[in-house]
């Protein structure tokens, strides 16, 4: 729905209301525009004029456009209200999260607690469920923000915060960290995959399995460089002994369709890119260059494309 | 321009800068003129460096995923063109009119404190420097000019811009303070004989309304910006949570201030187009009594609409529709008076002079920023709409549209009573029409651009995103052509004060007492003032008090001694606070310097 692709029921709230006050603001600015432009044509001075009459005020037309607008804000104020609530309906009192949204300079850590599964940067949800989110924040600000689907919300560190989401059709969202929150604040996106009910099931059944580690060549190669190079001090991967989760936890980064959080497609070539120099491509990321050589980089890389 | 009656040039040559014993007279000067100049001049300074830096923004985000400016930088430059455009050029510029135009609306010799009114303008113009010497001492602060906790706290930010960045805006922050007590004393001490506050001129009454409001925002800032500087130098933790601390509690102090801080920077440029519209308009403001009490309304209500910055934050229910309904209420006295000035114009005999283009189109603007502004109020927009270009489009409508356009109308309007001189009006037309199409071809579309999905603050944008990337590259050849305006306008300045048409006392047969003295006017300001019977004394004048000034009574001529104690005394504040973000060295100078200075200042009487 103009003026924003709407997927959800709360956007499409968003969206209605956004088109009322835009047709009683754009009626009010016709009204202002052409009183301008009228008074500029039909009293512009003109050669020998005397100085028009001098009138000083008039208090019936000052009360008129002092109560109209007023009336119409009691309007748009009821609406606003009543919107509020189908936006943005309380949590339960004791709130049980199908998600945990974690806010990190720069990238997005999903957790779904029920199902024990950990990832990032892109969030995979059923069609025609009304999730409830638990929002947190890792270390400063950010605002979680998919602009089809729901309201903002800011994430604070320390605070948690709740968001009800839900997607009409199966398809592929984009969105974005909104609150100003570092050097990457542009490169924080965040990719939602709404699947139909079965095909949701069958991705988190996938992500639920721990990946088999690899005993032989390059793959075997990688997996002993993660545990000995510093990578396992931030990621985890499930079933080795990595745990951390002050980086994007990497089980099944070969299934993800970008790395860094948007920036790039999940290609072999751009993993690649990445490992060698992720300052180069993501200026400021936390992640340390670790000046690996290029056969590290393959064996690594291989390793990460084995855990499907 | 055939309506306005040529003058002849003048046999004694009008002032210019380099008389009156040159530089170091402007340093020691407590003439309100001079300072007002000087105000005008250094904003204009800085309004070149924003704009520089604007363009440099712009000219990134011209292409997606453009590699001219690295994320650092580019959060520098936004943050420093933010800082700059609020605190350094739109308050202050709006100051520096004041300055020089309330004691000769009021028909007075000076600022009640003429020396406070020096010190506030030096104040401005070290701590500015002060703010841009941190690109020179370990690089400009990047948290925007909101300075979210924990992104400005020191475990995510070490940069010393920041420490200069609070340093520096307390410092301004002192002298805007200061100005606002020096602008509500003179209006109430020394306005002429019958003139009473019902028949203040509207810029008059406006700025003296703002002025309160400058002392509880900028007291209030002042305040933050100290926790904030012992939190980042002496580990505080007043905004953290983890301590016991709230990271929301900043952002209740910053906006607390930030919300009033919007109408500190549009209350005077109310008050410029209430004086531009009827004298264009050859009418009396339609509701006099209504344009100046919603003022007052404006006022009461900017200090209750601070947390609609807050609504993705998570506030209570109640808390949030409270603030809605305040911020929706706050559309009322802003659309009275928008009624009032069109029904000022209505039945008039328009002369459309680059100044009135310029205030006409303001209502326009003005109009367009204030209905964007009450979608904010409408909290479920807010939440899809707030930290997207829309925000920026917005903003730009009101401080741009709306204030700058009113500077620019006040410019055309006051420059020929401050230098004698008119501003050329072929060049002003070039200049209005650059101005209102780059204006809106930058602007216009960024409203498009938020409601698309792009986030404010973004170094750059994914070249997959459909319409980002043409709508982007509009915006930006809009700004370039605000560039060459800009540039226009500038040049209109510099020739217009050499060579421009001489102007005489009253060019544009205005009505307030600044008409009814010499242009430029003489030091002590008027040899008499005419008597005063309405908001319009010039009007009301019979025949024979304007040609023998029969009635007209004199004033004080006065004229207390230059000093140097004032720059002197805001050198010293400022290097006391920039030894803070260095060395104490340095602070000590800072501190001998204001010793020396307080001895300057009174041992003169």
């Known amino acids: ?308 | 321009m055939s309506q306005i009656p040529l003058v002849p040039e003048s046999e004694i040559p009008l002032p210019r800068l380099r008389d009156d014993n040159g530089l170091l007279s402007w340093i020691a000067s407590i003439d309100h003129k001079q300072i007002g100049i000087m105000y005008l001049l250094a904003t204009l300074f800085f309004f070149a460096l924003g704009g520089i830096e604007a363009l440099l923004l712009r000219t990134q985000l011209a292409r997606p995923e453009s590699q001219f400016l690295s994320p650092d930088a580019y959060n520098e430059l936004f943050t420093m063109h933010g800082t700059t455009m609020i605190f350094l050029v739109v308050m202050p510029m709006l100051i520096g009119f004041a300055t020089y135009f309330v004691p000769l609306m009021i028909g007075a010799r000076d600022m009640l404190f003429p020396r406070v009114n020096a010190l506030s303008f030096w104040l401005l113009l070290f701590g500015g420097l002060l703010l841009y010497f941190s690109f020179f001492a370990g690089g400009a602060p990047t948290a925007g000019w909101f300075s979210y906790v924990p992104l400005s706290q020191r475990a995510y930010n070490t940069s010393p811009g920041l420490d200069y960045w609070s340093l520096a805006l307390f410092g301004t922050g002192i002298g805007t303070i200061l100005a606002g007590v020096n602008f509500i004393g003179t209006v109430l001490v020394l306005r002429a004989p019958g003139m009473k506050l019902t028949r203040l001129p509207l810029f008059v009454w406006m700025n003296s309304v703002n002025s309160v409001l400058i002392l509880g925002a900028l007291s209030l800032l002042n305040a933050s910006l100290i926790m904030l500087f012992v939190e980042r130098q002496f580990d505080m933790r007043f905004f953290d949570e983890a301590s016991g601390g709230d990271p929301l509690l900043w952002q209740h102090l910053f906006w607390a201030f930030g919300h009033p801080e919007v109408y500190i920077m549009v209350l005077p440029a109310f008050g410029m187009i209430s004086e531009i519209i009827p004298v264009f308009s050859r009418k009396p403001i339609f509701g006099y009594a209504f344009v100046a009490g919603s003022t007052v309304a404006i006022m009461v209500l900017s200090y209750l609409v601070w947390a609609h910055h807050m609504f993705a934050v998570g506030l209570p229910r109640i808390f949030n529709i409270f603030f809605a309904l305040a911020s929706m209420l706050i559309a009322v006295p802003t659309g009275v008076k928008i009624f009032n000035w069109m029904a000022t114009m209505w039945g008039g005999a328009i002369r459309f002079t680059t100044a009135m283009l310029f205030a006409s189109s303001f209502l326009i603007l003005f109009t367009i920023g204030g209905l964007s502004g009450v979608s904010f109020a409408v909290v479920p927009i807010d939440w899809q709409t707030t930290d997207t270009y829309y925000v920026v489009a917005h903003m730009h409508y009101v401080l741009f549209g709306g204030t700058l356009f009113a500077i620019f109308a006040a410019t055309y309007y006051w420059f020929p009573k401050m230098t004698g001189r008119l501003l050329s009006e072929r060049l002003g037309k070039w200049h209005f029409w650059l101005t209102f199409v780059g204006f809106n071809t930058t602007f216009m579309v960024q409203h498009f651009l938020g409601l698309m999905g792009m986030p404010r603050r973004v170094y750059t944008y994914p070249a997959d995103m459909p319409g980002w990337a043409l709508l982007n590259l509009i915006s930006t050849i809009g700004a370039y052509i605000l560039a060459v305006s800009v540039l226009i306008f500038v040049w209109n300045l510099v020739v217009s004060w050499r060579r421009g048409a001489a102007a005489g006392d009253n060019p544009w047969q205005g009505w307030t007492l600044e008409w009814a003295t010499s242009s430029p006017p003489p030091v002590h300001n008027f040899e008499r003032v005419p008597p005063i019977r309405s908001h319009r004394p010039l009007y009301d004048l019979t025949p024979a008090e304007r040609t023998n000034q029969a009635g007209w009574s004199a004033v004080s001529q006065e004229i207390p001694q230059p000093t140097y104690a004032p720059a002197t005394l805001a050198l010293g504040i400022i290097f006391v606070l920039w030894g803070l973000a260095t060395t104490w060295l340095i602070s000590a100078v800072g501190l001998g310097l204001i010793v020396l200075a307080l001895q300057l200042w009174f041992r003169q009487k």
Not at chain 1, 10 to 28: D, M, R
Not at chain 1, 111 to 135: D, F, K, S
Request: include cysteine.
């Open chain 1, 1 to 308: 729905m103009f003026p924003f692709d709407t997927a959800s029921p709360q956007s499409a709230v968003i969206a209605e209301l956004f088109n009322l006050i835009a047709v009683i603001a754009v009626v009010i600015f016709i009204i202002v525009t052409l009183g301008v432009l009228w008074s500029a044509w039909r009293y512009r001075h003109q050669d020998g004029q005397p100085e028009p009459r001098q009138i000083k005020g008039n208090l019936p037309l000052e009360i008129g456009w002092t109560l109209i607008p007023l009336l119409i804000l009691i309007f748009v104020a009821v609406r606003t209200v009543a919107a509020m609530d189908l936006v943005d309906p309380a949590p339960p009192v004791d709130p049980t999260p199908d998600l945990i949204i974690t806010g990190h300079q720069w990238w997005w850590e999903i957790e779904y607690p029920q199902a024990g599964v950990m990832t990032a940067n892109e969030i995979h949800i059923p069609t025609g469920q009304r999730l409830l989110l638990q929002i947190e924040a890792a270390d400063v600000l950010h605002s979680f923000w998919l602009p089809q689907l729901a309201r903002k919300v800011d994430m604070i560190p320390g605070q948690t915060r709740w968001l009800w989401l839900e997607v009409d059709e199966p398809g592929v969202y984009s969105g974005a960290c909104a609150e100003f929150c570092g050097a990457q604040h542009a490169w924080m996106r965040l990719r939602l995959t709404a699947h139909a009910p079965d095909e949701y099931e069958q991705w988190l059944t996938q992500q639920a399995q721990t990946p088999a580690q690899p005993t032989t060549g390059d793959a075997a190669a990688g997996a002993q460089l993660f545990q000995e190079r510093t990578c396992v001090n931030c990621h985890a991967i499930a079933g080795t002994a990595g745990q951390a989760r002050v980086g994007p936890d990497l089980t099944h980064l070969a299934t993800r369709a970008t790395l860094a959080a948007g920036l790039l497609t999940n290609t072999p070539e751009n993993l690649r890119a990445w490992l060698k120099a992720p300052h180069t491509l993501k200026p400021g990321t936390l992640m340390p260059d670790l000046h690996l050589t290029d056969a590290e980089v393959e064996q690594l890389a291989t390793y990460l494309e084995t855990l499907p």
